[in-house]
Every structure is written in structure tokens, then in C-alpha cells.
């Protein structure tokens, strides 16, 4: 048995949770009439409603007993100090230093990294006030309109959802774009109405080899010459880097000058606020992009200074934890009642995920419990038209997180009434279901009663702030990055590396190679002899 099966706290949840199991929420809420005041946190803006959960008071302090014996704050702390916690690279995971302000001091192997960090963001606010008042130019004199990323996973998928989130706040003059799929059609779809003179690539990548990236950015290092008659001078005008590989840059042909650079204590899905972050920095404006900043420290702080009972990441973790290993969740739905968040469950799904989809942990043993469960979501209330009915009467568990926003920042009408009654009517209607008797009450038959009872007794939380500003992204985002953390913390596993994509990528190299060469013999299973035996046909017809 693990070690984390033994701990005392555990063994109490397991016989918390039997307890429960025959509980209702109803039950819990009619009990307790003080539970809607006593489970709420509010923090760097945001206030966590947590009533209802399947627990109890007892239930939670199983569950901070649980973080404890896990030594959850030691981890934190280890964290903060810029220690290695990310064992199998040996190298620190220090994405608060990204938003520390610049008279802390963090220090990793020795030196303090603040400095760097705010050298960085002083250039990118020097080029991001360039290309916003258009005394950057292209290669005919123009100046710069479109700006197309080109990255993948943490190199894009911060991008994407900080552009979609905070496109109230954009300078709507300048046209963003997003390549990120080795799939030509996203390159060619990007760029087929703009002008090559006013287009500036942003190549996002942290190592500066990711296959699809380099790719792409040689397909648009071509359309570039081809417009600009192959002056490769142009290059200087239009390409930027973003990258921890000044020598990948500049054999690409993109010099120093022009690259904007993070550190390997940076993982891929913690980076969109580093460098990374250029493409919303030139969106927002760079002042926006430091409220932004200041949202992430905020929660960085709450969750460093906080007491667990206090702590909002803590909390949601640990609630996360209880229903992946004490109630067999294998998902995580977050649904956002606003619009603008609609990339949002795809960026968590990479943070989330690739974080924390592990089998052994940090010393190499295979775990035997639920370690990351699946994320995933829509926003509301698209949503309620879709998948809900699963959630609401289904045979799954499936925890809900809904963020929802007091001020819309498009107010017109009773729109956000009542997209706002829709959010709170959902939690209710999950937690409190509907009995076979009210169904009767309303004078429906007793054939079809059975499919019009809701069982209810399902888990959701609400995320609630005043509006959706750079500040309360950032703090949201803090937020989900501390839930990974504390979850992983819990399971004894490490959220920073990301063994799992590699197997994909090599394979993926000797695959084309295979395609490229039509006489190699193939030596995989028969069905992947098969798979590229027939693409070996299919690319000629
Ligand atoms: O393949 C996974 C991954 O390594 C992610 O962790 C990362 O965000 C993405 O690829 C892109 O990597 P890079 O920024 O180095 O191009």
C-alpha cells in the first residue's frame, strides 16, 4: 500500500466519505443553516462559494489533516524559494517570479532572478509601445497592423485564451492571430487576407525545436520572402522570438536583439506570463498586461500567506482531491457564464492535465489511487444546451466549477440577468434535483415520472468576482495554477515535467520518415503497417 493510503488522515476521509455516501445535500443544507456563510473564501477578488460540496466540517478538516501530513506548506515554501521541485529536470519551477514585483528578491542557484525578469518586461513594453502606436515598419514602410503567434501548447494556449479573455481591452486597430496546429490550413487560414508588409510573426517557443512551431515558422519566413522578392533584410522587421534558445533563434535567422527571453525555470503551461505574453502585452497595452501581473502575485500571495482553511487554491485542491479519490470522479467541468472566457477550459486543460496526469510519483512508484482527473468545458450557458443533461441525470459524478462575473463588460438589456439566474439556477438544480414526489405534485404521469426525477446531490462551486479585468484573469489563473500544485502535492507526483508527450514525438519522426521514403520497410505492429501503408497510397492519388 502507498504511503499516502497509510496516512491517518486518509483512512478518516475513507470513512467520511461511507459516511456521505447515503447523504443528500438537501439533507446537509437543511441541517445546517449557517453552511452557505461558513463556506465561503474570498480572495485577490475572487470568492469561492463552496456549500455545495459533499462534506462537512469534519470532512474538511480530514482534508486540511490530509494537506498537513502531506506537507503541503513545505512544498509551497519549497516552491516560492526557487528550490528544484521539478526533480526529474532538476530545475526549479518559479512561475511566481514572473509576476514578483521588482524589489523581492528570489534567488535560484545563488542569483537573484528578479532583475532579469523585469529587464525582460521593460523591452517587451519598449516594442509592445512600437508596434501600438506604428513607429514599427515593415519592409515597404507600413506600419505594422496584423500579428500572428506562432507556438503550441504552453506557446499558444496562454496566448489564445488572454487574447479571447481580454478582448474588451484590445486595441481593436491591430489584427491577432493564432497558428499553432502543424496542419498547414491554420497557417494558410491565418494569413489569407493580410498584408505580408504589416505582419509581424511572433515565434513562440521555449525550446525553439518543437516540431510544428519551427515548421510553421519557416512556412512564414517563405511568405514573407516571397512578397518581400527575398530580401532577407525583412526578416529583422517581421519575426520576433520568444524563447529560452538564443542559439535555435538565431540559427533560424532572427538575431538576439529581436528575441525576447524566460528561463528554464519556466514550464511551457506556466509561461504565458512571461515572454510568452507578448502578443496579449501588444493586445492590452502594456499597462494592462502589468494589472494582469499584479492579478497572478495577488493570489500568489493568498496562497503562500493564507491558512489552509483559509486558502482558496488549497481548498478548491482539496475538494478536487476528495471527489477523484473518494468518489471515483474521473472529470472536472469548468463552465464560465462569460463569453469571453471560452478559451478558458481548453487553456486549463493543458495546465491541469499535462501537469498532473502522472502514474508514479516524485521517487518513481506507481501509484494506486486517481491521480489528475480529466478537465474539460464550455462555457455556460451554450453548454446547458448540450452536455448538461449528462451532469444532471447521467450515472457520473462530475464536479463543476462555475465562474461567473457580477458586471458584464457589455451590459445591454436583462442579457446578464439572465445569464447570471441561468449559472446559480444550474448549481441549484444539481445540488437540490428534484424528488419522484414533487414530479408527481405537478401532475405529471407515473410512467414517466422516473425520467423527469433529477437525483441531485451533485457537487459545484462558484467563482465569483466583479468583473472580467486583466487583474481578475490573472488572479484566476493563479488560482488554477495552485490547485495543480496543491493537488499534486497531495498525490506525491511532480506537475512540472511532461514525460508523457515524448513517446508521440519520436515516434511521429520515424513515422514520416517511413512516409517520405516508400521503399523502407516497415517493421511496427500490423496496424501501424497498415496505417501508413495506406497514407503511403493515399498522398498520390
Ligand atoms: O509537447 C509538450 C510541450 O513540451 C509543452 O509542454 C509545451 O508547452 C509545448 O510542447 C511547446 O513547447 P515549446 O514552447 O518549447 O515550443
Known amino acids: 500500500m502507498s504511503a499516502l493510503r497509510e496516512k491517518v488522515a486518509w483512512q478518516n476521509l475513507q470513512a467520511q466519505a461511507q459516511a456521505l455516501a447515503t447523504q443528500h445535500l438537501r439533507d446537509l443544507f437543511a441541517a445546517d443553516p449557517g453552511r452557505a456563510e461558513r463556506y465561503r473564501v474570498e480572495a485577490a477578488g475572487w470568492r469561492l462559494d463552496y456549500a455545495r460540496h459533499r462534506m462537512t466540517d469534519q470532512t474538511l478538516e480530514q482534508l486540511f489533516a490530509l494537506a498537513r501530513e502531506c506537507g503541503l506548506e513545505a512544498r509551497r515554501d519549497a516552491m ?7 526533480t526529474t529536470e532538476q530545475r526549479a519551477a518559479l512561475h511566481i517570479a514572473l509576476r514578483t514585483p521588482p524589489r523581492r528578491v528570489i534567488k535560484v542557484d545563488g542569483a537573484n532572478v528578479v532583475p532579469e525578469v523585469h529587464a525582460v518586461l521593460k523591452r517587451m513594453r519598449q516594442f509592445a509601445g512600437a508596434i501600438r502606436e506604428g513607429s514599427w515598419l515593415g519592409f515597404s514602410g507600413r506600419p505594422i497592423r496584423n500579428i500572428v503567434n506562432i507556438g503550441i501548447g504552453g506557446s499558444d494556449l496562454g496566448p489564445v485564451m488572454a487574447y479571447e479573455a481580454l478582448r474588451h481591452y484590445t486595441d481593436r ?57 527575398g530580401d532577407k533584410g525583412a526578416v529583422a522587421k517581421h519575426f520576433v522570438a520568444l524563447s529560452t534558445n538564443a542559439k535555435a533563434v538565431t540559427e533560424f535567422g532572427i538575431s538576439t536583439e529581436q528575441m525576447y527571453g524566460f528561463w528554464d525555470w519556466v514550464g511551457g503551461r506556466y509561461s504565458m506570463d512571461s515572454s510568452i505574453g507578448l502578443s496579449s502585452m501588444i493586445a492590452i497595452g502594456p499597462d494592462a498586461f502589468a494589472d494582469l501581473l499584479a492579478g ?29 479519490d473518494f468518489f471515483g470522479a474521473e472529470t472536472q467541468a469548468v463552465l464560465p457564464y462569460e463569453q469571453y472566457l471560452k478559451r478558458f477550459p481548453a487553456y486549463l486543460q493543458q495546465l491541469t492535465m499535462e501537469s498532473n496526469g502522472k502514474h508514479v510519483t516524485i521517487d518513481g512508484a506507481q501509484v494506486d489511487y486517481a491521480t489528475g482527473p480529466v478537465y474539460w468545458g464550455e462555457p455556460g450557458t451554450n453548454g446547458q444546451h448540450s452536455f448538461y443533461q449528462l451532469i444532471h441525470q447521467g450515472t457520473r459524478l462530475i464536479p463543476c466549477d462555475f465562474v461567473g462575473f457580477g ?135
Open 407 to 541: 458586471q458584464s463588460l457589455n451590459p445591454s438589456g436583462r442579457h446578464h440577468d439572465l445569464l447570471l439566474a441561468n449559472m446559480i439556477a444550474q448549481a441549484e438544480a444539481l445540488a437540490m434535483g428534484k424528488t419522484l414526489e414533487q414530479v408527481l405534485a405537478e401532475g405529471i404521469d407515473a410512467s414517466l415520472a422516473p425520467h423527469r426525477v433529477f437525483e441531485g446531490n451533485r457537487p459545484s462551486s462558484l467563482l465569483l468576482a466583479d468583473r472580467l479585468t486583466p487583474h481578475a484573469l490573472g488572479a484566476l489563473i493563479a488560482l488554477y495554477e495552485h490547485i495543480v500544485f496543491t493537488q499534486a502535492a497531495i498525490w506525491d507526483i511532480n506537475p512540472f515535467d511532461q514525460w508523457g508527450v515524448e513517446l508521440g514525438k519520436q515516434l511521429a519522426l520515424r513515422v514520416v520518415d517511413e512516409i517520405e521514403s516508400p521503399r523502407k520497410p516497415l517493421n511496427h505492429d500490423s496496424a501501424t503497417n497498415a496505417a501508413i501503408a495506406w497514407y503511403r497510397k493515399a498522398r498520390r492519388k
Open 173 to 229: 486597430k491591430l489584427t491577432m492571430r493564432f497558428v499553432s496546429n502543424v496542419d498547414y490550413t491554420d497557417f494558410a487560414e491565418a494569413v489569407h487576407d493580410l498584408r505580408p508588409d504589416e505582419t509581424l510573426f511572433i515565434v513562440a517557443s521555449k525550446t525553439f525545436t518543437t516540431l510544428e512551431t519551427m515548421t510553421n515558422a519557416h512556412s512564414a519566413r517563405d511568405w514573407l520572402m516571397q512578397a518581400a522578392g
Open 80 to 86: 516560492f524559494a526557487g528550490e528544484k521541485v521539478n
Open 296 to 324: 497572478f502575485h495577488v493570489m500568489d500571495e493568498h496562497f503562500r500567506t493564507a491558512p489552509l482553511e483559509r486558502n482558496l487554491p488549497a481548498i478548491m485542491g482539496l475538494l478536487g482531491v476528495w471527489y477523484t
